[in-house]
């Protein structure tokens, strides 16, 4: 290692470290919001014992492993879940750094990639996605469009009309085809969101991946757990992940997928 090094390697461990206090944060959301509960008061506590989490027993995966997975109080297991969020948003928040170093939009997308993780475990456990994410989230992508250094804030609103409008009529058509409901109205907020943050050009990339790995997750899910009857997944989960995708590779994907046609 070059001596120059240090101070990247600094700040990308700085980085990190603010991800996983962030993750710490939305596992709290991630617990609270459905039930309607204050994000910020009262402390975290044992959901089992109800033993208050003291600031050395909260910090990010660090803690989980001292702890060796379970209560300091009860003894019983803590869910993987919490280490996994932090470890997560840990390792987006270097991923964004490196992308977007010394910018705005470093801290406009890990909002955005913060708010994906909830919307996927909120989504995951209770198979709704809060309005109380997805549509403030329409509004500070749109406003962060204004001062971000990769978006202007016509792509923006083309996306929140695009993601908004677009999803609409599919899920529409899916209705009308095969007579059940397919997909929600949070999942139409939810691509609205990613439209204002993401841009029109991501909506039908979002679209295509979410739909594709969904359906694909879906037919091994139904044949493994269900015994063939239609299984409800979530389809919160995939939209963000694809949206994720979008933000990192999604330029290189279209670009790769072009060049197959143009031969
Ligand atoms: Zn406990």
């Known amino acids: 290692m070059n001596i120059t090094d240090i101070p990247a390697a600094l700040i990308s461990t700085a980085v990190f470290l603010l991800g996983a206090a962030i993750g ?3 596992n709290v959301c991630i617990y609270r919001l459905p039930l309607g509960r204050s994000i910020v008061t009262p402390g975290s506590a044992c959901p089992a014992c109800g033993h208050v989490i003291r600031w050395f027993e909260n910090i990010p995966i660090l803690s989980f492993l001292l702890l060796r997975a379970r209560c300091s ?3 019983q297991p803590i869910s993987l879940r919490y280490p996994f969020v932090e470890l997560v948003m840990g390792i987006l928040a270097v991923f964004l750094w490196q992308k977007f170093p010394f910018q705005v939009d470093f801290f406009i997308y890990l909002t955005f ?4 993780v909830i919307i996927t475990f909120i989504d995951l456990d209770h198979m709704i996605i809060p309005d109380i994410i997805s549509l403030p989230g329409i509004a500070i992508g749109f406003a962060a469009s204004f001062i971000s250094n990769s978006m202007d ?8 009309l695009l993601g908004g409008g677009l999803f609409y009529a599919v899920a529409f058509i899916f209705c009308l085809v095969t007579k059940r409901e397919g997909m929600g109205g949070g999942d139409i907020k939810l691509l609205a969101m990613i439209g204002a943050f993401l841009g029109w050009q991501a909506i039908p990339f979002v679209i295509f991946l979410s739909a594709f790995v969904g359906a694909v997750v879906g037919l091994i899910y139904t044949r493994l757990y269900s015994k063939g009857e239609n299984a409800q997944i979530p389809y919160g989960p995939f939209l963000a992940g694809a949206a994720i995708c979008y933000l990192f590779y999604g330029q290189i994907i279209i670009t790769w997928y072009m060049k197959l046609f143009m031969v």
């Open 113 to 116: 990639c913060a708010a994906m």
């Open 24 to 26: 710490s944060f939305l």
């Open 153 to 160: 804030w016509q792509q923006s609103l083309m996306g929140i």
């Open 73 to 75: 109080a009860c003894n």
